[in-house]
């Protein structure tokens, strides 16, 4: 992406960080939603060293003056003091996101779940025609929020699906355990980019169908949204999945539509951008 050439073109902009927890993204968006300016870094193990490159990064972007910084993060938020409380595959505890961001990007800052905001981005693109949409990430562990009207539904914002307790194989497994990228991996030694065999991606469609009938007779989306790493792969699997889904299906539960997310690595980011616009409304 290159670097905007004019800095008035700055006045009026959105900061959004995505950490992950192998790289951490920065980006740069004007009110109407325009990527203007993007910089990716492997994320330090470290919490202080993180925050040191973070900042070294930000200031490659020049003179952003942004109006508003949206972080997303992994794991546990308290969203009242901007604390990333608990990280899935960082060892952070209680690190202080907020203040420590502040210090040196000049504007507020608001923290929030990586997935929440991945959610939110790719439910702005269906709104016209879906109020309602459960989106779902599976990856190394499974994520998800609801967003209800364009908005991330307060009462489970902190939901966490991949740890529901479900009964598999004759013994109660969380369904990350059984169905997250990690459990692709280890049950079948591949990952699911290179899965190929129609006979495992009927076993992967049927682990995913048992934790996602249950989200959908429980919060009744209006459309299933499926990103993260094995979301990717939709083509591979979404018909198969949909069969699957529609078995447990019956006159009290219809299975939504359900689809693959439309953006791969700017997801969160984008989902940063939407907040940012709907706390500076």
Known sequence: METLSHDKLYATMYLAIDIGGTKTLIALFDKDGELKKKVRFPTPSSYSVFVNTLREEYSKIGNANPELCVVGAPGRIDRAHGVGVAFGNLAWDNVPLKADIEAFVGCKVLVENDANLAGLSEAALVLKKYKNTLYITISTGIGGVLIKNGVINAETADMEPGHMLLEHQDKLQRWQEFASGKAIVRKFGLPAKNIVDPGTWYIICRNIAIGLINLVSTLTPDIVIIGGGVGSHFEKFG?????????????????????????????????????AKQHDA
Do not use: F, H, T
Request: charged share 30%; aromatic share 8%.
């Open 239 to 275: 018909d198969r999945l949909k069969e699957e889904m529609q078995l447990y299906a019956n006159d009290l539960i219809k299975v939504p539509d359900i689809i693959a997310a439309s953006r791969a690595e700017d997801a969160v980011l984008y989902g940063c951008y939407e907040l």
